[in-house]
């Protein structure tokens, strides 16, 4: 319980969001400024918790993600930018509001105005993180020694979301799952703003993290500092709320359903909520005997609630795999 | 005699990347592609068929101490040059068998009580097909496993065919149970198999795997009846041996698609099976082969051979504040729980088949988990240049890892390899984007194949980003997914 913490915060940055959020028609309206505010609060507690203390925090712009704060780059002053020295501030605190702020400002005066916005490159800063936490986690292997391993941080990954789900990163976004499961990274998610992300819940679920939609959106300070400041071995004292509804069906390629029974491609493990001749993802041509015994046990009422979302990928992921499989 | 081969140290070095595997036999399957010498034929006048034939190659020579007498810099080359080669393997997309089912026979004859491999061959053994099962079924969870053991002359059934990994584990857990003794049956254990995967389904691969320590087998027929019959039945047999190469061993392996390994080492040894751990390339164009050379048997559709529909059933999960009730595969009372889309029977962990109806029960996480063998990531080009890192980002792109400066190449050999490297890719840059691939097999042939850069850079051919050597291989290994293509 004295290891260190490394925390990595993803931020989605995505323009139109924001403004969306911001809107004073909304029932609790946040604007970006005063999101800002209180993440900084809570970035700074989070190093102020414990001395080890790291921090990153990545950005999800449109189209690209870039880094914008780390621990490591504040702590070499060279590198670090010229930060006005202030006698009623702890050094580390100005350092890291300074910069995240500024930079976080620099990369929205690059952005302008673009007629079509991209969507916010969230895998990309999730890729990031977790490559950045697997360098944290092996050092260089002249230090891989039994008591260093003990002192190396505690990794979590923040994702603060405000976006839709993009229905082409479902792959991406799992193997990103299945990776930090590997590297015991928890992964959090608070959805400020938009529509419940089936992706970020299971990414919450599987690696044992914690997913909030945020109601009261002015409290997200409050949300922020009881429910992801603590560490995942502080939390297990301590009781976090936690989803218990992921669900984990699928929905079928051809007609988007939400299969319980489903008919899957042994080759590209495309998933039918009926027996189809030929796979329409990789081609493949089903052998009739298979067509007709599955025809012969099919249910006559095939359970199809008409659910729109869920957490399959759709057809046009796998659009490039037809080619490769053929 | 002294060696046959060149004072260049390039040379040494890549020698040096082969000399391990002499040991042996030259034939080793996969190993056989190390780097592709144009001067190959002088130092190895022949295959060599035995290993005392090939030309000696003094290991020692590999390390040269750096400028300082350190041999770090070595080390870490070393080190760098086998993670990248396996790299090298093709990363494009070919169909593999995503369902698998691998039954693992376990030596338990006396000879595994050795203490050749410390602590005890059967000991070692235990370990790592603890590892290997955990991770097999982490690339692999939509596969089965069974054990079959070999001990006193007959096969013996160690634990059944599971996809859950504990129950696998469980049966090997108790080392007490399994202790060695008498002699192995290759044949008894291998029909055991057989007969275990009878049932299975076409689409399905077949595979066994025998850890094998002995150097006789004590078979109650003709042993050459089983490999026909495994031939026919489509089974991949893979053999990995403790003491040394057994002909018939060889020929199990040469005839049904599998591989032979003879391990050297404890860490050979475990190299040897994690090779065994990604899912094959599903055999369409050896499958053929394999037919005509069981004498005959008809091949069955060889282009389009495994295709078929899967009955998959999605579960329901039961939160865990539901009320508390029994499941029908421990009989326990418990709250959380799936429930069997077709016969609601409760079962504790998924992926399973249902006990109750057999159905196939999965969540969509594990057909996810399959994904990335089918969409693998293109493998990075080495950037060997100092031209090329003109333009791009002095850190890496992945985990901000500030890139080695390019000005202090101390070997004369890494100025040579950036040298030799110059003319080759500063013509492939002049084509097209859409050419970058061809470029990059022309780059990596041109410097010695092992695609080491000496600047530490690896750049994605499609979104041309750098990213750290480390990062590299992590990004095929575990991530498969690029960060700069998002894909």
């Known amino acids: 319980m004295d290891r260190s913490s490394h925390l990595s915060v993803i931020l989605d940055l995505c323009p139109t969001q924001w403004s969306l959020s911001a809107k004073p028609s909304n029932p609790h309206p946040l604007p970006f400024d005063t999101f800002l505010s209180h993440l900084l609060v809570f970035l700074n507690s989070h190093i102020a918790y414990k001395h080890e203390n790291s921090l990153a925090v990545f950005g999800a712009l449109p189209g690209k993600s870039v880094l914008f704060y780390s621990s490591e780059e504040a702590g070499d002053l060279s590198t670090a930018e010229v930060v006005q020295s202030d006698p009623n501030s702890y050094r580390f605190f100005k350092t890291l509001d300074q910069s995240l702020v500024q930079r976080i400002s620099r990369e929205f005066d690059i952005l302008g105005q673009p007629d079509t916005e991209e969507p916010p490159a969230l895998v990309g800063a999730l890729t990031k993180a977790i490559c950045y936490i697997n360098r944290l986690l092996h050092p260089a292997q002249t230090l891989s020694s039994p008591e260093d391993s003990a002192n190396l941080p505690e990794p979590r990954i923040l994702i603060l979301s405000v976006s839709p789900d993009a229905s082409n990163s479902y792959i991406p976004i799992m193997n990103s799952i299945f990776s930090a499961q590997k590297l015991k990274i928890t992964l959090d998610v608070c959805k400020i703003f938009g529509p419940d992300s089936v992706f970020l819940q299971q990414a919450a679920y599987l690696t044992g993290g914690s997913y909030i939609y945020l109601e009261h959106r002015e409290a997200l300070l409050q949300y922020l500092i009881m429910s992801f400041l603590p560490t995942p071995s502080i939390r297990k004292i301590i009781t976090i709320p936690t989803e218990d509804k992921t669900d984990f069906r699928a929905a079928c390629f051809c007609h988007k359903h939400i299969v319980d029974v489903g008919y ?63 | ?31 056989g592609k190390a780097p592709k010498k144009k001067d190959k034929g002088k130092s190895k006048v022949t295959e060599a ?112 065919m599971s996809g859950n990994p504990p129950d696998v584990l469980r049966a090997i857990s108790e080392r007490h149970k399994l202790e060695p003794t008498g002699d192995p049956s290759l044949q008894n254990a291998i029909e055991m198999a057989k007969s275990t995967m009878s049932h299975l389904p076409t689409h399905s691969s077949r595979e066994i795997l025998i850890i094998f ?275």
Not at chain 1, 273 to 292: A, E, N
Not at chain 2, 86 to 101: C, F
């Open chain 2, 213 to 487: 320590g002995s150097l006789t087998t004590c078979d109650p027929g003709n042993i050459h009846e089983t490999l026909e019959s495994c031939i026919r039945d489509k089974i991949r047999i893979s053999v990995v041996a403790l003491a040394a190469e057994m002909k018939i061993c060889r020929e199990l392996c040469e005839k049904t698609g599998g591989q032979f390994g003879v391990a050297m080492n404890e860490g050979h040894f475990k190299d040897l099976l994690f090779e065994l751990i990604p899912p094959p390339a599903q055999q369409t164009t050896s499958s053929a082969l394999t037919a005509r050379l069981a004498s005959g048997a008809p091949a069955n559709a060889p282009g389009n051979a495994g295709g078929d529909l899967m009955l998959m059933g999605f579960p329901t999960r039961l939160p865990d504040t539901s009320p508390p009730s029994l499941c029908v595969c421990h009989s326990e009372l418990k709250s959380q729980g799936f429930l069997c889309p077709r016969c609601s029977a409760k079962v504790c962990d998924i992926p399973t088949d249902c006990d109750v109806c057999g159905l196939m029960i999965v969540s969509s996480p594990h057909l996810a988990r399959s994904y990335h063998h089918l969409f693998p990531v293109k493998t990075y080009r080495a950037v060997m240049t100092t031209e090329e890192t003109a333009n791009s980002s002095p850190k890496c792109h992945a985990c901000a890892r500030m890139f080695q400066s390019p000005a202090p190449s101390g070997p004369g050999r890494k100025a040579s390899t950036a040298g030799k490297a110059d003319g080759s890719t500063s013509t492939t840059n002049g084509n097209s984007e859409s050419n970058s691939i061809d470029g990059r097999e022309g780059a990596a042939i041109d410097t010695g194949a092992d695609g080491i850069s000496a600047l530490g850079r690896y750049r994605c051919t499609d979104c041309s980003n750098d990213f750290c050597a480390d990062c590299d291989v992590f990004i095929h290994d575990v991530l498969h997914c690029c960060p700069g293509c998002e894909r």
């Open chain 1, 264 to 326: 899957v491609c042994s080759v590209c493990l495309s998933i039918f909520c009926q027996p189809v001749p030929v796979c329409s993802t990789c081609r493949t041509k089903f052998p009739m005997k298979t067509l007709q015994r599955l025809n012969m046990t099919r249910t006559p009422s095939q359970p199809s609630t008409p659910r729109p979302t869920n957490g399959t990928p759709t057809r046009q992921v796998f659009s490039g795999l037809a080619a490769n499989l053929r």
């Open chain 2, 1 to 31: 005699m002294p060696p046959r081969r060149h004072d260049d140290i390039m040379d040494v070095d890549s020698e040096g990347s082969d000399a391990s595997l002499d040991y042996d036999g030259p034939r080793r399957k996969g190993k």
């Open chain 2, 49 to 160: 068929p035995y290993a005392w034939e090939a030309s000696y190659v003094r290991s020692w020579d590999t390390v040269q101490e750096d400028e300082s007498g350190s041999l770090q810099t070595a080390v870490d080359d070393l080190i760098a040059r086998g993670r990248r080669k396996r790299l090298l393997a093709p990363s494009k997309a070919i169909r593999r068998t995503i369902i698998r089912h691998l039954i693992i026979i376990l030596d338990l004859s006396n000879s595994m009580t050795d203490r050749d491999m410390r602590p005890t061959r059967f000991d070692l053994t235990l370990e790592y097909t603890r590892e290997f099962v955990n991770e097999w079924f982490d690339q692999n969870p939509l596969g089965q496993i069974g054990m079959v053991g070999m001990r006193a002359g007959v096969g013996e059934r160690v634990g059944e």
